[in-house]
């Protein structure tokens, strides 16, 4: 991953959260979606644009309209589905990916954007950097295990291929033609990885979960793993 000098985020033509699209897909998220659109509130001024992608049956897509997201109904098909959604119906220049389930650090957010600012293509929080004590064991060791997966397949290290939280300039998001559901998370790195664009990952830490869990870690498990192989192999074939 290509490393750039940092360059002053308040320069002219610099992007500010006027700038930014905050998306998810969210299913039944209720006990933490107001806290984690609150908490992007709270980081943006109120200014970024939020899009939710909702397939929920509880009171998720209500609280998230009520803190003024804009929410997209559609029927459960899976996270990839939902999150490609989001980033369709992003208008802003810059795109940031997060979950709803209070894990990721919100008031990161001017961080990324400085990134962003200072001319990376792709900001991807790295969750594992500082350890991931609240994430279960055994989804810990599978991070892990598809880091050096992907590491091995393009030839460069990453360090954390499932991460929610990344921010994206627009044109990288529009460039490439997305193809994974569950393993979309590790797709939305790994493309970009293999195709030359200026990729930073950043050490974030991570909270602890609000709500119960959707994704079987088994079966999720090996879905992402495919997702690895097929993605880094379609990306060696180009």
Do not use: K
């Not at 990324?112 to 279960?136: C, K, Q, W």
């Not at 790195?189 to 870690?217: K, N, W």
């Amino acid at each position: 991953m290509q490393q750039i000098a940092d360059t002053d985020s308040q320069d002219d033509g610099a992007y500010t959260f006027e700038d930014v699209s905050v998306v998810m897909g969210t299913y039944n998220e209720e006990a933490a979606v107001g806290g984690v659109l609150e908490a992007i509130d709270d980081a943006t001024d109120g200014a970024a644009e939020v899009v939710c992608v909702d397939s929920s049956t509880d009171r998720t897509p209500a609280i998230a309209r009520d803190h003024g997201a804009r929410v997209i109904e559609q029927e459960p098909q899976g996270y990839g589905v939902a999150v490609s959604a989001a980033l369709a119906a992003a208008e802003r220049p810059v795109v940031v990916t997060t979950d709803c389930d209070g894990t990721y650090p919100m008031e990161r957010l001017p961080d990324f954007l400085d990134e962003i600012n200072a001319g990376y293509d792709v900001v991807s929080g790295d969750r594992l950097y500082h350890g991931a004590d609240t994430m279960p064991p055994f989804n810990r060791f599978g991070n892990h295990a598809f880091a050096l997966l992907a590491s091995a397949l393009l030839g460069e290290r990453v360090h954390d291929t499932t991460t929610g939280m990344r921010a994206y300039r627009r044109e990288v998001i529009d460039a490439i033609e997305w193809t994974e559901n569950t393993g979309l998370s590790a797709e939305l790195l790994i493309r970009p990885l293999a195709r030359g664009y200026d990729v930073r990952e950043t050490p974030i830490e991570y909270g602890e979960r609000r709500g119960e869990t959707t994704l079987d870690p088994l079966a999720g498990g090996a879905a992402i793993a495919r997702s690895i192989v097929d993605v880094c192999l379609e990306e060696r074939r180009r």
